[in-house]
């Protein structure tokens, strides 16, 4: 099993993989985690959203996995797995504050939203649901099928831009007062496009109010930021653990808050008598059962740096380019800087410059002139933009590197007006 971080030894010198550590800069525990990724060297990897680098100990946990199943097929499968993977279970429950049998492993996020959009079932025809301009695309194309399929309405708000706390509550009080036919809102906890995080709790409660359920997509808060389910008041969430938690890809989990089972209809393809567990609304078929073992393996690996303290380091890689960029003409930072507000993940574009091909042009300049590895997103009501999406292998170095970098590109931009 994986060792935690307290109990690593940093190298000496650090690994050429993560050549650009320079210990000048960065706190020797965090030069020890950085040491643990074995990261490429060809370019500055600032787009970490798509999913997370398993660390080596987790790596190595996963391959034994693989090769015992492989090993042992069927003869594992049909005698001794089933038991290790409610073990599993109940130690992803105790990481996320809730119960083992209200969670239920699926592939990723987008797989336990589906399940729970597709099969909320308090809603009708007449009635209503509402997303935002930052939720993920697939689950906005989800959110209509389902609906339609109720002859339920969907309504789509855009969210305030620049962000405040006080802004985005007020959009979502705005909204739910707009309609008394709102039954269900789906909330994306940090948004894959710009990295704003939403007051869940807050908003969560005030849809309670008004008898409104909420849908919650934790696929980028998991891990980012720190949190336990309870904290966030919804009874339905989807998640991943391959994102922030580096558990292998292939990896997610739904929650569905146990008197709340019957509100989401079983899987058409699950025939268990067992209508009232959590399991019956997820069927996946065969799944990668390596990546399943090696979860504890990731618990383990997060649980030696800490929630703590990895989201405030995640906080602190956005902070340090941020910080220096915010007030400089001819660039818009598009997540605000409250605490409450953001994580690690932050996204910009150059002033005016909303399109895509403009986004895609920049992150590809970025790429071609600094050798840093960036992603432009789409889908703001605002336009389109570029996103910088730090991870725990990352060092002041590289994120001085693109501050320097995007210090060169606004000039430019500049002087050719």
């Known amino acids: 099993m994986a060792a935690g971080v307290g109990s690593l030894v940093v190298p000496s010198p650090v690994s050429t993989a993560n050549a650009r550590i320079d210990q000048r800069l960065d706190d020797p525990f965090w030069v020890k985690v950085a040491a643990q990724y074995d990261v490429t060297g060809e370019v500055i990897q600032l787009e970490n959203g798509n999913w997370g680098m398993m660390a080596r100990p987790v790596l190595d946990a996963y391959r034994a996995s693989i090769e015992r199943v492989n090993r042992d097929t069927s003869y594992y499968a049909r005698r001794g797995m089933g038991r290790d993977l409610l073990a599993v279970r109940a130690e992803l429950a105790t990481f996320l504050g809730v119960d083992a049998d209200e969670i239920a492993f699926t592939r990723n996020a987008t797989e336990a939203l589906k399940?729970?959009?597709?099969?909320?079932?308090?809603?009708?025809?007449?009635?209503?649901?509402?997303?935002?301009?930052?939720?993920?695309?697939?689950?906005?194309?989800?959110?209509?099928?389902?609906?339609?399929?109720?002859?339920?309405?969907?309504?789509?708000?855009?969210?305030?831009?620049?962000?405040?706390?006080?802004?985005?509550?007020?959009?979502?009080?705005?909204?739910?007062?707009?309609?008394?036919?709102?039954?269900?809102?789906?909330?994306?906890?940090?948004?894959?496009?710009t990295g704003l995080m939403l007051p869940v709790a807050e908003i969560t409660a005030m849809a309670r109010q008004r008898g409104i359920d909420v849908i919650v997509d934790a696929a980028h808060s998991l891990g980012q930021t720190?949190?336990?389910?309870?904290?966030?008041?919804?009874?339905?969430?989807?998640?991943?653990?391959?994102?922030?938690?580096?558990?292998?890809?292939?990896?997610?989990?739904?929650?569905?808050?146990?008197?709340?089972?019957?509100?989401?209809?079983?899987?058409?393809?699950?025939?268990?008598?067992q209508s009232g567990?959590?399991?019956?609304?997820?069927?996946?078929?065969?799944?990668?059962?390596?990546?399943?073992?090696?979860?504890?393996?990731?618990?383990?690996?997060q649980n030696g740096i800490g929630s703590s303290r990895r989201a405030a380091r995640l906080r602190a890689l956005r902070d340090r380019w941020v910080a220096r960029l915010r007030n400089e003409p001819g660039i818009e930072i598009l997540?605000?800087?409250?605490?409450?507000m953001h994580a690690?993940?932050?996204s910009f574009r150059l002033s005016g410059q909303t399109s895509v091909e403009a986004n895609k042009a920049l992150a590809a300049d970025l790429l071609d002139r600094f050798s840093i590895f960036t992603v432009h997103r789409t889908g703001l009501a605002s336009g389109?933009?570029?996103?910088?999406?730090?991870?725990?292998?990352?060092?002041?170095?590289?994120?001085?590197?693109?501050?320097?970098?995007?210090?060169e590109i606004v000039s430019q931009a500049r002087n050719r007006r």
């Open 335 to 340: 997540t605000p800087d409250d605490p409450r």
């Open 226 to 273: 720190e949190f336990t389910l309870p904290e966030l008041g919804a009874d339905f969430i989807g998640l991943n653990l391959h994102k922030w938690i580096g558990a292998p890809l292939g990896v997610g989990a739904v929650y569905i808050r146990r008197s709340c089972v019957d509100a989401i209809d079983p899987d058409i393809a699950d025939d268990r008598p």
């Open 344 to 346: 690690g993940i932050t």
């Open 115 to 193: 399940a729970l959009i597709g099969g909320y079932n308090r809603i009708g025809a007449g009635e209503s649901a509402l997303y935002a301009d930052l939720d993920y695309g697939s689950m906005q194309a989800s959110m209509h099928a389902a609906m339609a399929r109720r002859g339920a309405r969907v309504i789509r708000i855009a969210l305030p831009e620049p962000a405040t706390h006080a802004n985005i509550l007020a959009a979502y009080e705005r909204a739910f007062d707009a309609d008394r036919s709102l039954r269900l809102v789906l909330l994306t906890h940090i948004s894959h496009r």
């Open 384 to 407: 389109a933009c570029v996103r910088v999406t730090p991870a725990l292998f990352n060092s002041m170095a590289d994120i001085d590197v693109l501050t320097q970098a995007l210090t």
């Open 277 to 301: 567990l959590i399991d019956s609304r997820v069927h996946t078929g065969t799944v990668d059962f390596a990546a399943l073992l090696t979860v504890p393996d990731a618990l383990r690996f």
